[in-house]
């Protein structure tokens, strides 16, 4: 059965030095994976996706994240943090099957201090 | 302008009350989901459907009902038998194609409280 488990509930940088935020899945094959990222009372918004065409993923506002299956990883990393990045993001992976299902981590605060 | 729209954003009930919470999509995707989401939990899947006509239970059913009588429109009702029912509670729609997973887009959510 997949599953994701999001290392950390809250992370807390200063602006301008590096963001990671850690995500172990778990898979009987070769996942789909997924960041989401969601600000206050707001719905979620996609940040990047892994389907196998890459190991090293981009997505928006300067995040990307690397697939590590030797690891079961897919960290989130940001070179240098903003302070429009506190939000709570999303790890999430896909359910497998013809359901098209997907499976969310807990979610890990970012906090960005000035 | 795309996208998924969910009204209203905020919604009192008393105890005891069926309320319906609308979602509408003009993206033009077969799947929509209902999930709802509790602080330190991350979201949980409600129900989904796949095709007009045709929705399935997800992890957490109980005391939840759908319909899917147009492709655009997914309306999920919170009865009174859901014994926790204020939560914020997000829509999602996505292509399906095949047997892959898609990413799913979400509409803005809408927070139910009942006192």
């Known amino acids: 059965a997949q599953s994701v488990t999001q290392l950390d509930s809250h992370v807390s940088v200063s602006e301008g030095t590096p963001v990671l935020l850690r995500c172990n899945y778990s898979?009987?094959?070769?996942?789909?994976l997924f960041w989401y990222v969601q600000h206050p009372n707001k719905g979620l918004q996609l940040l990047l996706k892994?389907?196998?065409?890459?190991?090293l993923v981009k997505g928006i506002n300067g995040f990307e994240a690397e697939f590590k299956k030797s690891e079961t990883s897919f960290h989130l990393t940001k070179p240098s943090a903003h302070m429009s990045d506190a939000a709570e993001y999303f790890c999430?992976?896909?359910?497998?099957?013809?359901?098209?299902?997907?499976?969310f981590g807990k979610g890990t605060k970012l906090s960005v201090k000035p | 302008d795309g996208g998924i729209t969910q009204s209203p954003k905020y919604l009192f009930r008393k105890e005891g009350q069926n309320v319906t919470l609308s979602c509408e999509q003009n993206l033009n995707h077969d799947a929509m989901y209902w999930y709802r989401q509790d602080p330190g939990q991350g979201l949980r899947l409600i129900y989904y459907?796949?095709?007009?006509?045709?929705?399935q239970k997800g992890d957490i059913a109980e005391g939840y009902s759908v319909s899917r009588e147009k492709k655009e429109s997914f309306p999920l009702t919170v009865t009174s038998a859901q014994k926790n029912p204020t939560a914020f509670y997000l829509c999602?729609?996505?292509?399906?194609?095949?047997?892959?997973?898609?990413?799913?887009?979400f509409g803005p959510g809408t927070r139910l409280t009942v006192t």
């Open positions: 892994y389907t196998s065409a890459a190991t």
């Open positions: 459907s796949q095709i007009v006509n045709d929705f």
């Open positions: 898979s009987s094959y070769s996942p789909s």
């Open positions: 999602a729609s996505s292509i399906m194609v095949g047997g892959a997973t898609y990413e799913q887009y």
């Open positions: 999430v992976v896909g359910r497998g099957g013809s359901q098209g299902n997907l499976i």
